[in-house]
């Protein structure tokens, strides 16, 4: 399952809601997707997981915590039918959870949100159910309930199935929830908060997830005499967060970790493989320019539970397993998934599990805040780099040339000269430029204005890596004896 499945539909990390500098670096670390929900079940996700909103205007959005986010209901849903279009034989499960309300009151309709849904549903052709209604039944019966174009809901006690034509493309897409105020989530979510395991579980930079001291890149630490070497590295945690939601005795008490007892409600038992985040993780993770797709990316968290799941002695069952930045391995978790030994009769011994290779996992992924904010930076240094380049050998020219044409006159006697530069941009408009220059060239030898153009020139020569054989050096090398001048018809003495 693709964690908090609509924060794919941010752009660059910034949520519609962060109104300063600081809440905008902040949610950098809302943002668990990349890419839309087409391109989340492309990459491997099966099940989405979408927390919907409903605003005063009886819009339906969505959000992260108290950020919303600004992508339409029907605009998600309709991205997930055209993929399971695309793919006809799988099945995809929306899990709802987290329903919100602008106006957190009950005046009006008391379940107005789960109307405002069920009627997208329902104009799309979406099978919108409740846990209790898909309690026990087999993967075959849900999948015949959720063929697209079929609508299913329950008016006094009678199931009707009627066919709007609101997708006839195949494939099947069915959403579920507790059908309660808040669209509670279907199943036991194993979120424990005095056991979350964040990226910086010690409140600093020490040990965090993406350092091999910390267990980043799957790697378990050495033992060290160092006190902090000592604590369990954020990568173990994990391990026993996860292998408790699935191991651990089945309890229905949402403060402990294990599978569910009463599964007519709590049809999924989840397995959050991934980063928590709480206010000081994200705040030592944004000083260090990352993110939460980077600190999954430089972890590699995914690629660990893939071969957790590989490996096939860590888990005793998995029914649901959510995980941030499905495009980074998520093809590769679903793969080891159907293949887990007794998964399916199509699997003999021998031929299934840890039997078989694992899959090819990779290393990076479609973006990351850090990679975005180097790029900005090596962008604008460039461009600033070449925009001082060309006025500096512009301003170069022209001084050389100024210098050159004073230092001619100066030969034949004058002194103060005036030149007149005349340039004419004919694009719209013509502008006449004059400038006028005059400057007294006695005792040039230290005048500082004649020093700056000899060095700039020279500074120049040693950046473009070759000097010009008309280039002044020195305004006192000019030797014009013997050349021809145009302006007197002689020649220089």
């Known amino acids: 399952m693709s964690h908090n499945s609509a924060t794919g539909y941010i752009s660059n990390g910034l949520l519609h809601g962060a109104s300063d500098l600081g809440s905008q670096a902040l949610s950098s670390y809302s943002k668990t997707q990349t890419g839309d929900v087409y391109e989340q079940l492309q990459d491997g996700a099966r099940a989405l997981d979408l927390r919907p909103k409903l605003l005063a205007n009886g819009t339906m959005i969505f959000h992260h915590g108290n950020l919303g986010i600004p ?13 399971c279009n695309d793919n006809p034989s799988e099945l995809v499960i929306i899990l709802h959870s987290h329903l919100s309300y602008q106006n957190e009151t009950r005046d009006g309709p008391s379940y107005s949100g789960l109307y405002a849904m069920a009627d997208i549903y329902a104009d799309l052709g979406v099978t919108y159910l409740t846990c209790g209604d898909v309690y026990e039944l087999t993967v075959g019966e849900v999948m015949e309930m959720a063929t697209l174009g079929n609508k299913y809901y329950d008016d006094d006690n009678n199931n009707n199935n009627n066919n709007n034509g609101g997708s006839s493309g195949g494939g099947y897409l069915i959403a579920l929830d507790q059908g309660n105020y808040y669209a509670s989530f279907c199943g036991k979510s194993n979120w424990v908060k005095d056991r979350l395991v964040t990226c910086y579980p010690y409140g600093t930079a020490i040990n965090r997830c993406t350092t091999t001291a910390g267990g980043g890149r799957g790697r378990s630490r050495s033992s060290s005499s160092s006190s902090n070497q000592r604590r369990p590295t954020p990568i173990e945690l994990l391990r026993r967060y996860v292998t408790e939601s699935t191991n651990n005795e089945p309890t229905d008490d949402t403060k402990q970790l294990g599978p569910p007892i009463s599964t007519y ?11 928590q985040i709480s206010t000081s993780s994200a705040v030592v993770g944004v000083s260090h320019l990352s993110s939460l797709l980077d600190d999954n990316r430089k972890s590699d968290v995914n690629a660990y539970m893939v071969n957790l799941v590989h490996d096939g002695n860590s888990f005793d069952t998995i029914s649901v397993i959510a995980i941030d930045n499905v495009a980074l391995n998520g093809n590769a978790l679903l793969s080891v998934i159907r293949t887990q ?5 199509e699997l003999e011994d021998g031929e299934c599990g840890s039997y078989l290779s694992p899959p090819k996992m990779r290393k990076r992924h479609r973006s990351t805040m850090s990679y ?10 460039v461009v600033w780099a070449y925009m001082l380049l060309m006025v500096a050998r512009k301003s170069h020219k022209r001084n050389i040339a100024a210098a050159v044409s004073k230092k001619r006159a100066e030969k034949r006697g004058g002194i103060n000269v005036d030149v007149d530069v005349d340039v004419d941009v004919d694009v719209d408009v013509d502008v006449d430029v004059d400038i006028d220059v005059d400057v007294d060239y006695n005792n040039n030898d230290n005048d500082p204005v004649i020093m700056v153009i000899v060095w700039t020139q020279r500074v120049w020569n040693l950046l473009s890596g070759r000097r010009r054989k008309n280039n002044i050096s020195n305004i006192n090398d000019i030797n014009d004896e013997g050349r021809e001048d145009p302006l007197n018809g002689g020649v220089y003495t």
């Open 265 to 275: 409600f709590q049809t999924f038992n989840e397995i959050q493989a991934l980063w």
């Open 71 to 83: 992508i339409s209901f029907r605009r998600l849903v309709l991205d997930a039918i055209r993929w």
């Open 372 to 381: 975005y904010v180097s790029l900005l930076l090596v962008t604008w240094a």
């Open 341 to 345: 030994c007794g998964q399916t009769l």
